[in-house]
């Protein structure tokens, strides 16, 4: 199967709405991340349509893919280079449709490896499994085990983690067969974004 998601590395995840918004996720790419993910789950859609369009800005800058959560529609109207589905976000194939041949499409795996298989067969660029720790922004989400991503590998896509991942723990992940570490609070809720970015970039430095 052939993925339009290339390389790997960190993905970090927005944590807004805040104010300065636009400026960690510029920290955080200057840290490294090679995929952003604009993740705002609130309703006011004039703010989050600018926001997508100042940080794909902010992206394009620096050659990283910008995926919009959940809103295919908003993907399309920033130009963001593609979306994240969860279960409840409608399917590859509409997505496809409107974003074009050539978006990342990326979609939710959780804990299931069949839900991978099925995604896979319905052209999902990279799947996404977890949690695999704790996680603070979902404490409640389902868990997944490392032998998972083993398990996948099969599948030929990049294979994205999630979940209460910290500089600590990412490399276990890593040695397991993660291609991106997907991250939201242990880089936007670090006092040093930047930083704390560059020290999970560092991390696939000796892969």
Excluded: W
Excluded at 113 to 136: H, M, N, T, V, W
Excluded at 171 to 184: K, N, Q, R
């Amino acid at each position: 199967m052939q993925s339009r998601l290339k390389g790997r590395g960190l993905y970090v995840i927005t944590d807004g709405p805040r104010p300065n918004l636009l400026e960690v996720v510029a920290l955080a790419l200057a840290g490294g991340a090679r995929l952003l993910q604009y993740r705002d789950k609130t309703q006011d859609h004039v703010r989050r349509l600018n926001e997508a369009r100042a940080i794909r800005a902010l992206c394009a800058a620096r050659s990283v893919p910008m995926i919009v959560n959940d809103d295919v529609k908003l993907a399309e109207a920033v130009g963001a280079a593609g979306v994240h589905l969860g279960e409840d976000d409608g399917d590859i194939a509409a997505a496809r449709e409107l974003l074009g041949a050539n978006a990342i499409i990326g979609a939710s795996c959780y804990d299931s490896i069949e839900r991978a298989r099925k995604l896979a067969d319905a052209g999902a660029d990279y799947l996404a499994f977890g949690a695999f720790f704790p996680s603070p922004t979902k404490p409640h989400a389902r868990r997944a085990s490392f032998d998972l991503l083993r398990q996948s590998a099969t599948l030929g896509l990049p294979r994205v983690a999630i979940g209460g991942i910290t500089p600590d723990n990412g490399s276990l992940l890593i040695d397991a067969g993660a291609d991106y570490l997907a991250v939201i609070s242990a880089v936007f809720g670090d006092p040093d974004v930047r930083g704390a970015a560059t020290r999970f970039t560092q991390l696939f430095t000796s892969y």
